[in-house]
Nanobody, 124 residues
Framework: QVQLVESGGGLVQAGGSLRLSCVAS????????MGWFRRVPGKDREFVAA????????VYADSVKGRFTISRDNAKNTVYLQMNSLKPEDTAVYYC?????????????????WGQGTQVTVSS
């Protein structure tokens, strides 16, 4: 069992930055690939980024490529999402998730554990 707790969300102006954190409790954090997803009310959950167990491989949605960076610190059981050049369309609840695979996936059905989410609001 893995519990995930996100933090770092908030209100920011367009062009600003935020750094989300997700701390995992339980065993073997390094045995999970990790992902970030986001959801806007009335829409499906959207893939944002994923990182492999080791942190070597990352993948991003086209909408955030070049602006967001996913990273992890296995010693701290934490995965991060650095978000720069934020746009109003980035406004959503952001969730981290854990996947038993090696590389992670853009498919939310592949993930086994989810956090409760943290709200990010970008004003224009």
């Amino acid at each position: 069992q893995v519990q995930l707790v996100e933090s770092g969300g908030g209100l920011v102006q367009a062009g600003g930055s935020l750094r989300l954190s997700c701390v995992a409790s339980g065993r073997s954090f390094s045995s999970y690939a990790m992902g970030w997803f986001r959801r806007v009310p009335g829409k499906d959950r959207e893939f944002v980024a994923a990182i492999s167990r080791s942190g070597v491989r990352t993948v991003y949605a086209d909408s955030v490529k070049g602006r967001f960076t996913i990273s992890r610190d296995n010693a701290k059981n934490t995965v991060y999402l650095q978000m720069n050049s934020l746009k109003p369309e980035d406004t959503a609840v952001y969730y981290c998730a854990a996947d038993r695979s090696v590389y992670g996936s853009s498919d939310h059905d592949e993930y086994d554990y989810w956090g409760q989410g943290t709200q990010v609001t970008v004003s224009s």
